[in-house]
């Protein structure tokens, strides 16, 4: 969500967010931090499930401080015609976010190149989104600090290589659908930022699933990074999708981190060996509800001509992503959340059903999945014609 810079007063919103519960919590999953590290020659399932606790351990107690440093500098989300939200909440919960998974992998990983850029182009987009939370920069602004995010990673090898190497400018090709890619989903992630709990837990459970894929895939490096990813966004759901609302909100800097990360993730895998299908649509499956989202949306705002140039659609701000659409429908905002959640889990475990398929098999997976995202078109057009009345 975007947000402006405000001087708050404390009785609208409480400042403490650690409950003796919470702490409880805490210290029981740093309990169990401490036990799987130290076991020895730990499984391959107890080091991932060490490093999805320790991004948890870091990330559950960094919240509160956030928390607290948003109250301090006024660095607030405030309600509007186009928020759900009722109440002034704090930013730079994201902050919290990418510090958990920061240290984790400074803490347990040899960074290879690829991991460097990916690595520096989240530290840019957090950057860039922190100050989009204190000041709102314009969305030109944010979009050329992304591409500037999107350069380093390049730099850096982190490249699809869609287009044959023998195929005229292959490299340029191959460059700019690269940087497309990464821009694309970092914007669309930040987009489902519009209700509690969304944008975090689709980062849950895309970075599940690519642990999953890169288990399959024989990837342990990318299984243990994704499972920081899921330790860190799992930690922030207790205090943004809860009874009563959220306490803290990602801001741009967390949705954006959380969107640039996924989108590495995609481009550093090696989903298939035999099937350039199967490793193309693997990563579009775990991402597919984002980059249905961001599509839909586009291609509607156009054909209603709400929006007709890049600069006009990046600037738009209307209630007509994918869960305002559930919630014109008549369900809650909760409702939609996890209405939301079972879609991408759905799409995610058709993602892994692609290992080993053949071409054949491989196509009748993705024609289920356009079956699902056919549905979601058609339930938004119904909700898009009721919130039009």
Known sequence: MSASSVTVSTPHIRPGLLSWPFVTVGLLVIAGVV????????SVA??????????????????????????????????????VHAIPTPLLGGVAVFTGFAVTVLLNFNFSRPLKGVALGATIVVAVGVVDDIVEIPAWLKLLGQLGAAAVALAYDVQLMLVPHWFPAAVALNAVITVVWLLTVTNAIQFLDGMDGLAAGVGVIAAFFFSIAAVQTNQRYLMYLSAAMVGACLAFLPYNFRPGGARIFLGDAGASFVGFALAGFAVMGEWSETSPLVALCTPLLILAVPLFDIGHV??????????ATLVEWLAYTGKDHIHHRFEALGLTKAQSVLLIYFIAATLGLS???????????AMLILFQAVCVL?????LESVG?????R
């Open 46 to 83: 107890l080091h991932w499930f060490y490093l999805v606790g320790l991004a948890f351990a870091i990330t559950f107690f960094a919240v509160p401080v956030a928390h607290r440093v948003a109250l301090w500098r006024g660095v607030v989300d405030v309600p509007s015609a186009r928020k």
């Open 384 to 388: 898009r014609g009721r919130s039009a």
């Open 351 to 361: 993602a892994i059903q692609l290992k080993g398929s053949r071409a054949d098999e």
């Open 374 to 378: 056919a549905i979601i078109a058609i």
């Open 35 to 42: 036990w799987l590290r130290v076991q020895p020659g730990p």
């Open 298 to 307: 586009g291609v509607v705002r156009v054909l209603t001509g709400k929006v």
